[in-house]
């Protein structure tokens, strides 16, 4: 798990198992008060070991541009996650 932080909210990331296969995930959780969002990274894909949907989802936390006032993530245009 990787953890970025922002004036307003913290931003983790990780991964979570789905019946036989890892997703990736982003949490946005605000400084003051409110509960996490969590976003799906790489819809698109899956995982089968843990490690790799792990790294997928700090990269993706790595590559934000940061965030919307809301907390939405913001990746650059285009932005797939594919580099694997």
């Known amino acids: 798990m990787a953890e970025r932080e922002f004036d307003d909210y913290l931003a983790r990331s990780g991964a979570t198992l789905e019946g036989s296969r890892y997703a ?3 949490a946005i959780t605000p400084r003051r008060h409110g509960y996490p969002v969590y976003y799906a ?3 698109n ?3 089968r070991d843990q490690g790799v949907a792990e ?3 700090a990269k993706a936390l ?3 541009r940061g ?3 809301d907390g939405t993530p913001i990746f650059p ?3 797939t996650g594919f580099d694997d």
């Open 62 to 64: 790595a590559d934000m």
């Open 55 to 57: 790294a997928a989802a």
């Open 77 to 79: 245009d285009d932005y």
């Open 41 to 43: 990274i790489c819809e």
């Open 67 to 69: 965030l919307e006032a």
């Open 45 to 47: 894909r899956s995982f």
């Open 24 to 26: 990736a995930w982003l």
